[in-house]
């Protein structure tokens, strides 16, 4: 059985999901803000919990490899010992324990052959760029959003333009915190 | 103080744009409901330029269809600079730099709430001038990609909200109703 590709993002009421927990922009660490609420924390958990391998562009590879090696507790513990595939040309030797590098010359194959081999839950969070190329090439089997209430007017955002429209099927809503939603879309 | 209220269908991915060609399949009694509702306690109309120029071609022509017997004797506000004589009946234009303050003038007189359907140009600039007090979006299950025009244009300023209420109907469209965080 193919892996299942689960794409999980942060993003404002206008899409935009860059940088929502640091990293350089004009407004890092924007989703702290906001108060997602016990069950807001139980779903990050419970999502993370639910992966078994992740999947992430070098960016993302970056920011988590500077971060999570030094923390401690379940999802530091989650996310230092499971695989993490990589994309990218330039990342040399990777640091962070588990890690495999995809050369990104044809990034699209590489995920196709991972999801065809690897058996689980394969989540990309953040990823800007290679889940634009997933979601175009129809690799993308489940996407979490959690909204936050703000329109942060700049930035990357989960969805850019494509050629194609895409359906989906929402599978589950619900407000946590202070007006946080956590959306589940499936293919439809 | 009347409030301003605007309505938008919305694709996940932020587009407003042409709603004719990806909304449909959405539609069901639980929209027409929330329709309905977004528009009850209005009592006038504010619309950008555009939107007034697609409705006052049709409108006046269609008077016996659902909604035509609501907007045309309604009272219209249209936001430009470049509509001087409208036809229509019962319209006003607020043009210049004086917008922002008739707008608050309006608001703080008396009357029922002030509705609007779409004009993304007009919805990003009463938000930017604090004059929005409902942004409601009733969200499509489905990313449109293409070239249409989305709500939310880059290199606007950073506008915290908070979330009035949250529905979910059956197709998977979320109803959702935000106002300008105090």
Known sequence: ?188 | MRRIRSNFFISLDGVVESPDQWHFPYFNDEMGNAVGTAFQGNDAMLMGRVLYEEWSAYWPHNVDQPFGDVINPIKKYVLSNTLTSPDWENTEVISGDGAADKLREIKAGEGGDIGMSGSSTTVRWLLKEGLLDELNLLVHPIAVGTRLARLFTPDEPTIPLKLLSSETFATGVLNLSYAPAD
Do not use: C
């Open chain 1, 1 to 188: 059985m193919p892996a299942r590709i689960t794409v999980t993002e942060f993003v404002s009421l206008d899409g935009v999901m860059e940088a929502p927990g640091g990293e350089d922009f004009k407004y890092p660490g924007w989703s702290f803000e906001f108060d997602r609420g016990d069950d807001g924390n139980q779903f990050k958990l419970d999502e993370t919990m639910a992966a078994d391998a992740l999947l992430i562009g070098k960016r993302t590879y970056e920011s988590f490899a500077g971060a999570w090696p030094n923390r401690e507790g379940e999802f530091a513990d989650k996310f230092n010992g499971m695989p993490k595939y990589v994309v990218s040309t330039t990342l040399g030797e990777p640091d962070w324990n588990n890690t495999t590098v995809l050369d990104s010359g044809d990034a699209t194959a590489q995920v196709r052959k991972l999801k065809q081999e690897f058996d689980g839950e394969i989540q990309v969070p953040g990823s800007h760029r290679l889940v634009q190329e997933l979601i175009e090439a129809d690799l993308v089997d489940q996407i979490n959003l959690m909204v936050f209430p703000v329109i942060i007017g700049t930035g990357k955002r989960a969805f850019e333009e494509t050629p194609d429209r895409r359906k989906l099927k929402l599978t589950e809503s619900k407000v946590v915190g202070e007006g946080v939603l956590v959306l589940v879309y499936e293919r439809a």
